[in-house]
């Protein structure tokens, strides 16, 4: 359960000259390869899912070809939204037609979709024997036999969930549904709610969680029980839909943002893409020495040497951070955060859906540490969002009524 969640930097752009960025990206798909849902490095081989099937290219995405042995031959059926690997094996969800395995890179593909009742696969992670499939409609469905057999698993979900992104961490996996988090300790046979919301993608990086939303990146160094929001919002992006790492440097795609690079676990941030001409990024894959990028256009591509010099730079705003304790609660929740200025404030909760809820304050605050008390026992059970403006900035924290 979450104890408590905080923002450890809002995060401003700089305007600087970045002609140089643009020069190091290059496109490397013809206009067979339009939008690239997912974005897969194996044994070598590079594996794109898009709406048209699957694409492989074995030399660093100079040459890519139609890989589409076992797919079904009517379009509608090869629509790819996620690719999974887990030990030299492919999982890969497509629309209607459920969920493939690949055991040679993606060349030929197997459909393995016994017992799943609901085949709008939008979401999967895998581990060994143990896969799960997250659906457009019907929740999440589990199969402990390496996609042999599949059955629902939507206890503590809501009815007909839109469950998607999916992933294994230690003995947990977190679903993202209709816009909030939800994490399961007994492989998905109950879920509770829990986590940052409207989540597009999740990363793992030895032990710690990032999840990129559409309010901003969010990391977790303690399997999810609290959460930090390292980046909050960036000029002319709507969120986060893409992560990516190499080593100790992450990397996190953005709808209209381009790319965005960190090298200190998420703390600060610099752009490497914002001048793409293609800047909604909706998949990352490292391999052979470059950063690809799956676009709703095609795949780009820059060496991964450039990174770091002649970027636009994002730099901490405000030291303030917004807390929320305790949380999950049942009754009254605590907020709190430190103004290193003072100014017009505004502290406010907001249902998922982004109506208004409650104002906790609104006025002039001081500098310093603030204070104020949400009392929720006139709110129903369920996940909501303390938003904080001030002096142009804006701080998010998801709190979750529990009773």
């Known amino acids: 359960m979450l104890r408590s969640l905080a923002i450890t930097g809002l995060a401003m752009l700089l305007v600087v000259q970045s002609d140089l960025c643009r020069a190091q990206w290059v496109k490397v798909s013809d206009t067979s390869i339009g ?5 897969v490095a194996s044994g070598g081989i590079l594996i794109a899912g898009t709406p048209s099937g699957f694409f492989t290219s074995a030399d660093s995405g100079s040459s890519w070809i139609a890989s589409d042995s076992g797919l079904m031959p009517q379009s509608y059926f090869r629509y790819v939204t996620s690719i999974a690997e887990d030990d030299s094996t492919l999982y890969a969800g497509v629309i209607l037609a459920g969920v493939y ?3 040679d890179y993606g060349k030929q593909w197997t459909e393995i979709s016994t017992g799943l009742t609901y085949r709008y696969v939008w979401g999967l992670c895998a581990s060994g024997n143990l896969l799960f499939a997250g659906t457009a409609g019907d929740g999440v469905f589990r199969s402990t036999d390496r996609g042999a057999s599949w059955d629902s698993v939507n206890t503590g979900l809501p009815t007909e969930g839109y469950a998607y992104p999916i992933v294994f961490l230690g003995t947990k996996t977190f679903v993202n549904d209709y816009g909030a988090t939800y994490f399961s300790d007994d492989s998905g046979g109950t879920w509770s709610s829990g986590g940052p919301p409207d989540i597009n993608a999740f990363l793992i990086v030895g032990s710690t969680l990032y999840a990129g939303c559409f309010g901003g990146i969010y990391k977790s160094s303690d399997t999810g029980t609290t959460w930090a929001q390292l980046l909050s919002f960036v000029t002319a992006t709507d969120g986060f839909l893409s992560l990516a790492n190499f080593d100790s440097v992450i990397f996190a795609g953005t709808k209209g943002g381009g790319v965005l690079v ?3 676990s998420g703390m600060n941030w610099s752009s490497i893409g914002n001048s793409l001409p293609d800047t909604n990024i909706k998949s990352l894959a490292v391999d052979g020495g470059y950063l690809f990028a799956g676009a709703q256009n095609g795949i780009w591509r820059r060496p ?3 990174i770091g010099s002649n970027v636009v730079e994002f ?5 303030s951070v917004l807390a929320a304790y305790p949380n999950p609660f049942s009754r009254s ?3 709190s955060f430190t103004s290193l200025n003072s100014g017009e404030a505004d502290v406010s909760i907001v249902n998922l859906l982004g109506a208004p809820v409650a104002r906790i ?8 540490e603030h204070s104020f008390t949400w009392d929720a026992s006139a709110a129903a059970s369920g996940a909501y ?7 142009g900035q804006v701080m998010r924290v998801p709190v979750v009524v529990a009773r």
């Open 101 to 103: 395995e690949s055991t």
């Open 385 to 391: 969002e303390c938003i904080v403006r001030m002096n």
């Open 361 to 368: 304050f609104s006025g002039e605050l001081a500098v310093g």
């Open 315 to 319: 730099t901490p705003a405000s030291s």
């Open 304 to 306: 991964l040497s450039g």
């Open 35 to 39: 939008t690239v849902n997912a974005l």
């Open 262 to 264: 960190s090298s200190d």
């Open 333 to 335: 929740i605590i907020i």
